[in-house]
């Protein structure tokens, strides 16, 4: 009832104020607006000021907001000098706080929400003094979530007449409402007739915000195929406009094949025989289309295919040409194809002139050829036993020899593709009489009888020589080796010899025969009744001599020791007589126990003459 009665005394006071504003004045200022972030708390300030003349006694402040949707007010608030108070049963209850001084007014908003985006009214009742009142703007901010985007899946043809869906893009729950702008490449799409369609719809949800979607219609073009397209979503915050940009995405465009090429995957390098080909085509469209394969030579015939790669097997020389793909998405009468060059290299078998052997004769010249066919420069080399004798085509053989005889290989390469070689071979052999070692003299032997002689005879020859023996003076002879290789022969006989021996080697083929012959003198066995025989006797008079030599040497020195010491008397001792310091050699005597036969071999000079052991010694040497 208090607040009934108090509410009528200030409309009274209002009515009496308003009837004599026509002789006060007061001066008010508010903002227009006032921005806030949803949640935070707003404060909205109303200055006011009465005119010197007309100071109120009392002064009265309201506040009132705008009701949504209808253009009546509802107060919030009012207080004077006695009182201040919050309205009840408003949105505002509880959440509102005014402080007023003489000269200001101020209203805090707390835990701002959407709803509370309204006009707020200041009013300023001073009475007889005047009254005023001011409205500001409440505006709320809520940004968006991140814009969301979603690239159509599924491929778009460049030859749709009509622009297409390309992507959509949302921003949920922003306030105010948010826009979408879309961007590609960084560059906006402005809606164009025919090429760009933009369809946005905006939803209020139930708690206030707003939702945004947009869907972007465009007519692809060959060119967006590496294209990135993005949505930016655009939002007022407080004194600003802030923006948000989603993920880009990339559209999958779908064209025709406007360009073909078809190259030799493997092998790398040249194509010889033998080889398995991979020839790869590819082209510009989208998907990539299947291919056909064909030859030039033969375009009317399909080769059997694996997608875009045709597989070449085993190739010869047959499968050269140039070889062709066509895409098949578009129109078959279309110059769209790709071509490829192919060349398959070989080297066909040797072929060697004179064909496997040849015969030839002693002294004979020969001409030998080795050519293999090839799309490519050949080198040829000659090997003979593993050795090289020769390069090139052709190899000539002069003045044929014994060692001429052997198989001749000539090796056929291709430099340029070292997989590629061949090779042939000629086996020459040389025809002749035999020959034989030493075949222009006698050998002579001398030989003592009793003993065994081998006898040695090789002849060389084509076909190989035979060899026989034949032998006169000696029936004690046989064969002791006998072999033979592709062109010698060898044979050793041992003979014993008896007496004075002839014998003849005989070596013979088909064409001729050469003869090799021995003379042995046998020399009678001389036989002694000394312990060793003349020979021997030298090499033993020799040792005896150097050791008597030695032995008087030492027996001189000891004697000419003992005799410094005094421990020999000079004097004559024996046959031994030492008479003066110098003696010379004939007065030295050495008197050696032997048989008559050995002093006259130890003894006798060259003249027939004694000697010294020293002399003998010397004459020996000489």
């Known amino acids: ?84 108070m919050v309205d009840d049963n408003t949105p505002y209850s509880g959440r509102i706080a005014v402080t007023s001084d003489q000269q200001a007014s101020l209203l805090a908003i707390q835990d701002v929400r959407l709803s509370d985006e309204r006009e707020f009214f200041c009013q300023v009742n001073g009475l007889a003094a005047g009254n005023a009142e001011g409205k500001t703007h409440l505006r709320v901010f809520a940004p968006p979530e991140a814009p969301v985007i979603e690239g159509v899946l599924t491929g778009i043809s460049v030859t749709n ?255 340029s593709l070292p997989a590629l070689h061949t090779s042939g071979f000629v086996h020459i052999i040389v025809q002749g009489a035999p020959h034989m070692h030493d075949m222009d003299r006698e050998v002579e032997l001398e030989e003592a009888t009793g003993r065994l002689v081998n006898l040695s005879c090789e002849a060389h020859g084509h076909p190989l020589p035979s060899i026989s023996w034949s032998i006169v003076g000696s029936q004690g002879w046989h064969e002791v080796v006998s072999k033979a290789n592709e062109h010698t022969a060898h044979s050793v006989v041992s003979v014993k010899v008896t007496s004075d021996i002839s014998a003849l080697c005989n070596a013979s083929n088909d064409m001729g025969t050469e003869i090799k012959a021995f003379s042995i003198k046998a020399i009678p066995m001389v036989t002694s009744t000394a312990p060793f025989s003349p020979a021997e006797g030298n090499g033993v008079i020799i040792v005896v001599i150097i050791l008597c030599i030695l032995l008087l040497a030492i027996l001189g020195s000891i004697l000419y020791f003992l005799h410094k010491k005094g421990k020999i008397p000079c004097g004559r001792s024996g046959k031994q007589e030492i008479s003066k310091e110098n003696t010379t050699k004939d007065d030295i005597v050495v008197e050696m126990k032997t048989n008559p036969m050995e002093e006259a071999v130890l003894l006798k000079g060259v003249n027939g003459d004694k000697k010294s052991p020293s002399d003998q010694y010397m004459d020996l040497q000489k």
């Not at 402040?61 to 009546?72: H, L, M, P, T, Y």
Request: with cysteine; charged share 20%; net charge negative.
């Open 1 to 84: 009832m208090a607040f009934l009665h108090s509410s009528l005394c200030l409309l009274l006071v209002h009515v009496c104020a308003l009837s004599r504003g026509a002789w006060a004045k007061v001066d008010l200022a508010v903002d227009d607006s006032v921005e806030v972030y949803l949640g935070d708390s707003a404060q909205i300030s109303c200055q006011y000021n009465f005119s010197a003349a007309s100071q109120p006694s009392v002064v009265m402040i309201q506040w009132f907001v705008r009701a949504v949707g209808n253009s009546s007010r509802m107060r919030i608030f009012y207080g004077d000098d006695s009182q201040q």
């Open 161 to 415: 007449e009509l622009p297409s869906k390309v992507a959509s893009c949302e921003a949920r729950n922003g306030f105010p409402k948010p826009n979408i702008t879309w961007y590609r490449n960084s560059t906006p799409l402005l809606p164009a007739q025919g090429h760009v369609n933009v369809l946005t719809l905006v939803t209020r949800e139930s708690n206030g915000f707003y939702s945004v979607q947009s869907t972007l219609e465009y007519k692809v073009l060959k060119e967006d195929k590496d294209a990135q397209f993005v949505c930016e979503v655009s939002f007022s915050v407080p004194g600003a406009v802030r923006t948000a940009e989603s993920k880009a995405v990339n559209l999958t465009i779908y064209y025709p094949t406007t360009m073909v090429e078809l190259w030799k995957e493997s092998p790398q390098g040249l194509v010889k025989e033998g080889d398995t080909v991979e020839l790869r085509c590819q082209g510009d469209g989208n998907p990539p289309p299947p291919f056909v394969f064909s030859r030039e030579q033969d375009p009317a015939v399909d080769l059997e295919s694996r997608g875009n790669v045709l597989m070449l097997s085993a190739v010869s020389r047959k499968d050269s040409g140039v070889y062709r793909c066509r895409p098949l998405d578009v129109e078959p009468l279309a110059e769209v194809t790709g071509d490829v060059q192919l060349t398959v290299h070989y080297l066909d078998p040797a072929v060697v002139v004179p064909k496997d052997s040849e015969v030839m004769f002693k002294g004979e010249s020969l001409t030998a050829t080795c050519n293999a066919l090839s799309s490519l420069k050949t080198s040829t080399v000659w090997y003979k036993d593993g050795k090289q004798v020769g390069t090139g085509n052709t190899l000539l053989l002069q003045d044929a020899t014994y060692e001429t005889t052997g198989e001749y290989v000539c090796e056929v390469t291709v430099p």
